[in-house]
């Protein structure tokens, strides 16, 4: 079953991302770069494999909230890794400098997005319809079910979900995939464990969830930065 972007993770790796590669899919054999007018030209499977780890190693950074970085000094960090040479940061220190940048431009990225997303609750509180929760949670009804059966936090239920930013992007959609799904309760965001205790099966509701009720300020991919509200049109299916 496909992960998705609900569940909650803790904790911090610069770990690598492999993709399973169809045998008969060959790299293509020369790609330009109209922007820098440079030819990047794979010879070998050594050439193909080497632009796939980059682009492997980007798009985990990326997902971790670790942009920008200069990028000269970081080609010479993974030179000298890979040619075994001293490096230039103590190994003892390596982990705590990663650490360190990644909570600056988390403090910063968090301190942006917040402030819109007070902006953003504080006009949506004011439409029709719109119920705002002392936690800071804010819900519409789209459509009330028949049954009077609310889940508990230790059940286990099946919802379809739509996620959204406040930009409208989509950040992950059961919907999209045409496939509900089955969680416990207790294991997902503070918003969701709190909205559909309120719910009865067959309802269709939509969340409007604060940073504090959703990941904080920390880092979900690519779209989801630090401090960000979430959106999410939730349908409960059911009680497990």
């Given at each position: 079953?496909?992960?998705?972007?609900?569940?909650?993770?803790?904790?911090?790796?610069?770990?690598?991302?492999?993709?399973?590669v169809?045998?008969?899919?060959?790299?293509?054999?020369?790609?330009?770069?109209?922007?820098?007018?440079?030819?990047?030209?794979?010879?070998?499977?050594?050439?193909?494999?080497?632009?796939?780890?980059?682009m492997?190693?980007?798009?985990?950074?990326?997902?971790?909230?670790?942009?920008?970085?200069?990028?000269?000094?970081?080609?010479?960090?993974m030179?000298?890794?890979?040619?075994?040479?001293?490096?230039?940061?103590?190994?003892?220190?390596?982990d705590?400098?990663?650490?360190?940048?990644?909570?600056?431009?988390?403090?910063?990225?968090?301190?942006?997005?917040?402030?819109?997303?007070?902006?953003?609750?504080?006009?949506n509180?004011?439409?029709?319809?719109?119920?705002?929760?002392?936690?800071?949670?804010?819900?519409?009804?789209?459509?009330?079910?028949?049954?009077?059966?609310?889940?508990?936090?230790s059940?286990?239920?099946?919802?379809?979900?739509h996620?959204?930013?406040?930009?409208?992007?989509i950040?992950?959609?059961?919907?999209?995939?045409?496939?509900?799904i089955?969680?416990?309760?207790?294991?997902?965001i503070?918003?969701?464990?709190?909205?559909?205790?309120?719910?009865t099966?067959g309802?269709?509701?939509?969340?409007?969830?604060?940073?504090?009720?959703?990941?904080?300020?920390q880092?979900?991919?690519?779209?989801?930065?630090?401090g960000?509200?979430?959106?999410?049109?939730?349908e409960l299916l059911?009680?497990?």
């Amino acid at each position: 079953m496909k992960k998705t972007i609900l569940f909650l993770t803790m904790g911090f790796a610069v770990t690598l991302s492999y993709a399973q590669v169809k045998p008969t899919v060959k790299p293509t054999a020369k790609t330009s770069e109209k922007s820098t007018g440079t030819v990047v030209v794979f010879k070998s499977a050594v050439d193909s494999a080497s632009y796939a780890l980059g682009m492997r190693i980007a798009q985990n950074l990326k997902a971790q909230g670790l942009d920008p970085l200069n990028m000269q000094i970081f080609q010479k960090g993974m030179q000298d890794a890979l040619q075994s040479k001293k490096p230039l940061i103590a190994d003892g220190i390596l982990d705590g400098c990663i650490g360190n940048y990644q909570q600056k431009i988390n403090k910063s990225k968090s301190s942006t997005a917040r402030k819109a997303g007070e902006v953003f609750l504080a006009a949506n509180g004011k439409r029709e319809g719109v119920i705002s929760l002392p936690s800071g949670m804010q819900y519409e009804i789209i459509k009330n079910g028949s049954d009077t059966l609310k889940p508990k936090l230790s059940n286990k239920v099946k919802c379809h979900y739509h996620g959204t930013l406040i930009s409208g992007a989509i950040f992950d959609s059961s919907v999209d995939r045409g496939e509900p799904i089955s969680f416990p309760l207790g294991n997902v965001i503070v918003g969701w464990q709190e909205a559909l205790q309120l719910m009865t099966i067959g309802s269709k509701w939509k969340l409007y969830i604060p940073a504090d009720l959703a990941y904080g300020d920390q880092q979900k991919g690519d779209l989801i930065v630090p401090g960000s509200l979430l959106i999410f049109e939730v349908e409960l299916l059911g009680i497990e």
